[in-house]
């Protein structure tokens, strides 16, 4: 983080008191939805605190599949077609170490959860010892989504058919971990100004990689942006596309961007939750 970043101020909400439908709580999340479209969602204290610590467990055994050979038959058995399916290597990147070029690319696991519920999803040999932890996980965040959408989906009289949340339904919906490798100088865009698709996005984080726009008075973005912070004990929701068409405007799909966080080159790691109910 440079001295000219400045921190975003987003609402911090408490799952628990959002789960017991506490009014105040619901209208923080209300006013959050309308303005910025993202806000932190504190599980540290919540009902499901646990899944909140089992995240670095996850991200280690994400690692361990991720740094097999890229040709070795567990990460050839775990490619799937479509767009959060299975073993995917993405973007390549390609530098100098010691007069030697290496190349590396961003790699990621999506575990897709029409296919992961109703006992369809094989797991890679690598993560059969993290099965419940990982159903544990997926069944968690997608209560919270859940959680989080009917609450403000009546506080603003929004009706969605995928409250109705039928796993039998094909969708894009998936528990993604993520590994990009230390290839990139701290503040370089690793992805551009972009909402996400689909319903609601949620991520966990642990270094300030995230930015929003500042907008001028008029609603127009300006050159400026702000950094997102790491609020221990919470994981980070924004609002995406298709919600913001349902709700005619009234809750407001985030524009934000993705930096490399700040510091010497390291491995960089997240977790996200899409809720996206239309298979594409």
Same mark, same amino acid.
């Given at each position: 983080?440079?001295?000219?970043?400045?921190?975003?101020?987003?609402?911090?909400?408490?799952?628990?008191?959002?789960?017991?439908?506490?009014?105040?709580?619901?209208?923080?999340?209300?006013?959050?939805?309308?303005?910025?479209?993202?806000?932190?969602?504190?599980?540290?204290?919540?009902?499901?605190?646990?899944?909140?610590?089992?995240?670095?467990?996850?991200?280690?055994? *994400?690692?361990?599949?991720?740094?097999?050979?890229?040709?070795?038959?567990?990460?050839?058995?775990?490619?799937?077609?479509?767009?959060?399916?299975?073993?995917?290597?993405?973007?390549?990147?390609?530098?100098?170490?010691?007069?030697?070029?290496?190349?590396?690319?961003?790699?990621?696991?999506?575990?897709?959860?029409?296919?992961?519920?109703?006992?369809? +999803?094989?797991?890679?040999?690598?993560?059969?010892?993290?099965?419940?932890?990982?159903?544990?996980?997926?069944?968690?965040?997608? *209560?919270?989504?859940?959680?989080?959408?009917?609450?403000l989906c009546a506080a603003v009289n929004v009706d969605i058919p995928e409250l109705s949340d039928d796993p039998?339904?094909?969708?894009?919906?998936?528990?993604?971990?993520?590994?990009?490798?230390?290839v990139q100088e701290a503040g370089a865009v690793v992805q551009p100004w972009h909402t996400d698709f689909g319903?609601?996005?949620?991520? +966990?984080?642990?270094?300030?990689?995230?930015?929003?726009?500042?907008?001028?008075?008029?609603?127009?973005?300006?050159?400026? +942006?702000?950094?997102?912070?790491?609020?221990?004990?919470?994981?980070?929701?924004?609002?995406?596309?298709?919600?913001?068409?349902?709700?005619?405007?009234?809750?407001?799909?985030?524009?934000?961007?993705?930096?490399?966080?700040?510091?010497?080159?390291?491995?960089?790691?997240?977790?996200?939750?899409?809720?996206?109910?239309?298979?594409?």
């Amino acid at each position: 983080m440079t001295v000219e970043d400045e921190i975003a101020s987003l609402a911090i909400i408490d799952y628990e008191a959002l789960a017991n439908k506490d009014g105040k709580e619901i209208q923080k999340l209300v006013q959050a939805c309308k303005s910025v479209g993202m806000f932190h969602l504190n599980l540290g204290n919540s009902r499901i605190k646990d899944v909140y610590e089992d995240i670095p467990s996850l991200i280690q055994a *994400g690692n361990d599949f991720f740094n097999l050979p890229g040709d070795c038959e567990e990460k050839k058995q775990s490619i799937h077609k479509g767009m959060e399916r299975g073993y995917h290597a993405a973007k390549t990147f390609e530098y100098y170490e010691k007069a030697i070029l290496i190349t590396q690319s961003n790699r990621a696991m999506q575990i897709a959860r029409d296919a992961y519920v109703q006992g369809e +999803w094989t797991l890679p040999a690598s993560l059969v010892s993290h099965e419940k932890r990982i159903t544990r996980t997926l069944l968690s965040l997608h *209560g919270a989504i859940q959680t989080i959408l009917t609450e403000l989906c009546a506080a603003v009289n929004v009706d969605i058919p995928e409250l109705s949340d039928d796993p039998s339904v094909a969708s894009d919906t998936a528990l993604k971990l993520v590994y990009k490798p230390p290839v990139q100088e701290a503040g370089a865009v690793v992805q551009p100004w972009h909402t996400d698709f689909g319903l609601m996005t949620l991520m +966990w984080y642990n270094e300030v990689s995230a930015q929003i726009p500042i907008y001028d008075t008029d609603g127009r973005k300006t050159e400026r +942006w702000q950094a997102v912070p790491v609020v221990e004990g919470a994981v980070l929701v924004n609002i995406a596309d298709e919600l913001e068409a349902k709700s005619s405007g009234q809750l407001r799909s985030t524009l934000h961007r993705a930096v490399t966080p700040p510091g010497p080159k390291k491995l960089r790691n997240g977790m996200v939750y899409f809720l996206r109910p239309y298979k594409i």
